[in-house]
């Protein structure tokens, strides 16, 4: 049974560009959420997508923006990179409406 | 919004102890779950929990979700070197919210 999984798995990128993330639900799964991880802190809640439109958002920019299609799977798209922005990316699938969420391994993006 | 503070932040332990941690909120929550998260990685799902008072265990683990609904407890048995990492809880303020807010973390070393 495949878990989550996520692309790429590391990623440098230069201020005011753009970058996207991608990530692939556990099998069965139709719900994907994207989490922000600051180094040394918990993971903050981006947004979640289910039936391919954005359900509920997190404090985040208009700059982070996302996409889910057909087979579940997502992309986080990310405009104008700050530093700050400079995190690992998590992304989570679940079943619906239950709450137990099933991480991928991340994508660890450094802006310079 | 709601915050998860956990405690201790950061704990030494010997082999063979075992370890109790705890997470509070400043309002109540419905679901509890806990999370163990190794460097570079994402977070892994060890306990989920769903009605006040649940006790709920996983081999060497135990989870208590508080009868307040404000809290929940993380409890560990015979602490083996794999144990070591970065354990976060984390919870669904109300139903239909699907956001997750994560706690500040407890960070688990285990001296030789």
């Known amino acids: 049974d495949a878990g989550v999984t996520q692309s790429p798995t590391h990623l440098i990128k230069t201020r005011g560009q753009q970058v996207t993330l991608r990530c692939s639900p556990k099998?069965?799964?139709?719900?994907v959420s994207w989490y922000q991880q600051a180094l040394g802190q918990g993971p903050q809640f981006i947004f979640q997508y289910y039936e391919e439109e954005e359900r509920q958002r997190g404090n985040f920019p208009d700059r982070f923006s996302g996409h889910q299609f057909p087979n579940y799977s997502s992309e986080l798209n990310v405009n104008a990179l700050l530093l700050g922005d400079s995190a690992l990316y998590l992304c989570a699938s679940s079943l619906s409406r239950l709450y137990e969420q099933y991480f991928g391994p991340g994508t660890r993006l450094t802006v310079t | 919004g709601q915050q998860l503070n956990q405690s201790p932040q950061s704990m030494f332990i010997q082999e063979g102890e075992d370890v109790s941690m705890n997470c509070t909120s400043s309002?109540?929550?419905?679901?509890w779950l806990w999370y163990k998260q190794d460097p570079g990685e994402g977070p892994v799902l060890l306990i989920a929990?769903?009605?006040?008072?649940e006790l709920t265990s996983n081999g060497r683990l135990t989870a208590q979700f508080g009868i307040t609904r404000k809290d929940s407890f993380l409890n560990i048995s015979a602490s083996i070197p794999s144990d070591v990492g970065i354990y976060f809880c984390a919870g669904h303020p109300n139903f239909g919210n699907e956001k997750l807010t994560f706690g500040t973390g407890t960070r688990l070393t285990i001296i030789p």
């Open positions: 929990l769903y009605k006040a008072g």
């Open positions: 099998s069965g799964h139709d719900t």
């Open positions: 309002s109540i929550f419905n679901t």
